[in-house]
Each structure stands twice: as C-alpha cells, then as structure tokens.
C-alpha cells in the first residue's frame, strides 16, 4: 500500500511561487500532480517516470511548471513560477505504474493540498 502527503500549498499573489512537495510511503513508480479547481474536473498537471528521466508537462504549466523527483527520499516535487489566478485549485499528487495524463493511470492518491493565487 501506498500512501502519499502533499504539503506547500498556500495563497500567493499572481506572479509568485510555490513548491508543492509530496511524500511517498512505500514502492512508488510514476508519479504525477492533478489539480481539481471548484466546479471542475480533476485535471492532469505534469507526471515523471521512476527515474525521473521522463516528464509530461500540461500545456497550459509549461515553462511555469517543473516536476522532480528525489527517490532516496521517496518525494516528488512541482515547483509552480509565475503563478496565475486560473492556477487556483486543490492540487492532488498520485502515484501510478505508468506515466499517463489520465486519472485511471494512477492506483494511489493524496489527499490534496489547496493553492490560491490571487489577482
């Protein structure tokens, strides 16, 4: 079983950053973050592969948005620049066998940590 803790959220002005972190205990293989904003779909943000060799970056994140890994300490990281009121969302780190951009790809998730960026 795997179980995963996300922490680093908070409320910024647009334009600021933050450093989303999430805490793996047990065998994790892929790894991505989501974010589901009030009203909306949970949506894919970025993912990265066990070796960390590999990422996926949603379109709208990139050059803003960069995704790590830390494997001696089990974390991933999403480190959020230039962060924009539309960035606002709960974001959800997941933990799956294969480095996909939908949800059904993922088998364990966190609990979600909430961003706010203001205007």
């Known amino acids: 079983q795997v179980q995963l803790v996300e922490s680093g959220g908070g409320l910024v002005q647009a334009g600021g950053s933050l450093r989303l972190s999430c805490a793996a205990s047990?065998?994790?293989?892929?790894m991505g973050w989501f974010r589901q904003a009030p009203g909306k779909e949970r949506e894919f943000v970025a993912a990265?592969?066990?070796?960390?060799?590999?990422?996926n970056v949603k379109d709208s994140v990139k050059g803003r948005f960069t995704i790590s890994r830390d494997n001696a300490k089990n974390t991933v990281n999403l480190q959020m620049n230039s962060l924009k009121p539309e960035d606002t969302a709960v974001y959800f780190c997941?933990?799956?066998?294969?480095?996909?951009?939908?949800?059904?790809?993922?088998?364990?998730w966190g609990q979600g940590t909430q961003v706010t960026v203001s205007s």
């Open positions: 997941a933990a799956g066998a294969r480095m996909g951009w939908y949800r059904y790809d993922y088998d364990y």
């Open positions: 990265i592969s066990w070796s960390g060799g590999n990422t």
């Open positions: 047990g065998r994790t293989f892929s």
